[in-house]
């Protein structure tokens, strides 16, 4: 298997730009999750979806974030309109469907919005 | 704040020592993991300890968790250069009936050849 997907690798924008993030999850996973990492932060669970339905967004900073999974095997995150406070490292990862295991990382888009 | 603190925040040792890194968590939880990130990459599982668990091993990691002190520590013996990352501490809990896996802020760990 390859992994956990996620595309693109980089992305610079600036301020007012919509981004889109996108994640393919490992094949027969059923839990897709989307995570940010900063410096001051650390790493922050925004969204997870379990066989494509969102069932906690709590940690969604704010409107101008959205996220979907039309499918099993994709997964987008919007920003719009990005700020410089979104630039970060925003990480997928999948799981199977044991409670609780362990999660398989994508090598995530570092973000950039000048 | 966070759920899982790890102490130090971050360790410098020599090749061929051990390396001890402490996970501290506020509730009660499923099980604890343990991640490494190598600069640039994204987070790689290492090992799992449920909660009715005191110790695991494998390879050269060891982890014990003590649930009365709500800490867990990872253990790896005998460093190499290729060790060199961050290592993070994940606590698996449910929240309003979300499953969650909450990340400390992890501690760098750097091994001298």
């Known amino acids: 298997d390859a992994g956990v997907i996620q595309s693109p690798r980089h992305e610079v924008t600036e301020m007012g730009q919509e981004v889109t993030l996108r994640c393919k999850p490992i094949?027969?996973?059923?839990?897709l999750f989307w995570y940010r990492q900063t410096m001051m932060r650390g790493l922050e669970l925004l969204i997870y979806?379990?066989?494509?339905?969102?069932?906690?967004d709590s940690g969604m900073p704010e409107d101008r974030f959205s996220a979907k999974m039309p499918n099993a095997s994709f997964s987008t995150l919007k920003i719009q309109p990005s700020e410089p406070r979104d630039s970060a490292v925003y990480f997928c990862a999948s799981r199977g469907q044991g409670a609780y295991e362990k999660l398989f990382f994508g090598s995530g888009t570092q973000l950039s919005v000048l | 704040s966070q759920q899982g603190e790890e102490d130090p925040q971050a360790l410098s040792i020599q090749e061929g020592e051990n390396a001890t890194m402490n996970c501290s968590y506020k509730t009660s939880i499923n099980n604890l993991q343990w991640y490494r990130q190598n600069s640039g990459r994204g987070l790689v599982h290492l090992i799992l300890i449920r909660s009715n668990e005191r110790e695991k091993h494998s390879g050269r990691l060891r982890v014990t968790l003590d649930t009365s002190k709500k800490s867990s520590s990872l253990l790896i013996t005998a460093s190499r250069a290729a060790d060199t990352a961050s290592y993070f501490c994940a606590t698996a809990l449910q929240i309003q009936g979300a499953q969650k896996l909450v990340f400390g802020q992890g501690t760098r760990l750097t091994i001298n050849p």
């Open positions: 979806f379990n066989n494509n339905v969102p069932i906690d």
């Open positions: 094949s027969g996973h059923d839990y």
